[in-house]
């Protein structure tokens, strides 16, 4: 069987990588990786972090891109290596304008297509936001959908997704996740990250903070920065915060919090020292899909600063809160977890909600079969 896997960004290369590893060690199939290149630079760490080979190389980014852009350049390239490699299945992961793509390119050129975290939603108003769209189209264009959790494959059949195409396997972040915690024990890496933090040291609680989606930017993404400063200016703690490379996130957040001795405005850090400092901290704030995932598995509180979340297992199960965007908001959800140990503790419980670790032996078992 060939197989062709598509990425375009950060979290895509993560989840993406246990199942090339796996594929690939199976003797009946053929695997080729495709980097769109959508977002180049952030990507670049992850693939050599876990040696991923590139075989086509799109290189499709460039400065001021626009979806339009995107998509075009991606789809023109795809048509290109899906003619060369001639894939029985396209693998694709998530809900970018790459995904996308690579599902219609699969449509056009007749080639299977199977999508990884299947089944998330919203719900929300598409435009201008592209994920959800996306989402949804990816779905209508895939033959086989593997979905993290119950609650995805439920969204799909609501949808009329035929039953037998649905396969609950989890969320691949997490074979991510155990097999980085194994590259840092074996490597080392903890001395090496410790070194570069040493300021964690003290008995200051870590707040570690993401942010990067695109109905944020302008007054959400002030507002989550106010609420920032004010944590930092009110209470003794660190707050890390690896900055997205998005122009419209980074130019904010510097002119904001940039002057601000305990908020760490970092670039972003390599996946296994991300994970490190998600072991460090006391609770994580964030608007990724991602870190939503990660942090349960960790027992990490995770306060969501976005008006709506795919995510809804870790709401329901007590171990995130959605605070929205409002600077009040924020501060509400962080300082009752600082303030409040009965509540901070009933958040801070490890749990099993996206997945076991073994999700990429599942796809590989069920791509087999379905060859
Ligand atoms: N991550 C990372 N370095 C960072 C910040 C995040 O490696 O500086 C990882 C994080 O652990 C998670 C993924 O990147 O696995 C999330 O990516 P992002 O927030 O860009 O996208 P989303 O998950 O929202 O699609």
Known sequence: IKILAVFGTRPEAIKLA???HTLKQRPDMTVAVCLTGQHRQMVKPVISFFNLNIDYDLDIMSQDQSLFDITAKAL???QQTIASFQPDWILVQGDTTTTFTSALAGFYSGTKVAHIEAGLRTYHKYAPFPEEINRVLTTRLSDIH???TDR??????????DEANIYVVG???IDAMLMTEEKIRSKSLDARFQNAFQYLESDKRLILVTGHRRESFGQPFEDICKALK?????HEVEIVYPVHLNPNVTELVHRMLGDTCNIRLL??????????LMQKSYLILTDSGGVQEEAPAWGKPVVVMRETTERTESLEAGVSVLAGTSTQAIVEAVERLLDDE???QAMARQIDLYGDGATRYRIADILMRRA
Do not use: T
């Open 18 to 20: 246990p199942i090339i």
């Open 342 to 344: 009965q509540h901070y």
């Open 76 to 78: 023109h390239g795809l």
């Open 171 to 173: 969320n691949p972040i």
């Open 152 to 161: 995805a494959r439920d969204n799909l059949l609501k949808e009329g997704i």
């Open 146 to 148: 593997f979905a993290a």
């Open 267 to 276: 670039e972003p850090v390599e996946y296994p020292m991300f994970l490190w």
């Open 230 to 234: 004010h944590l930092a200016q009110s």
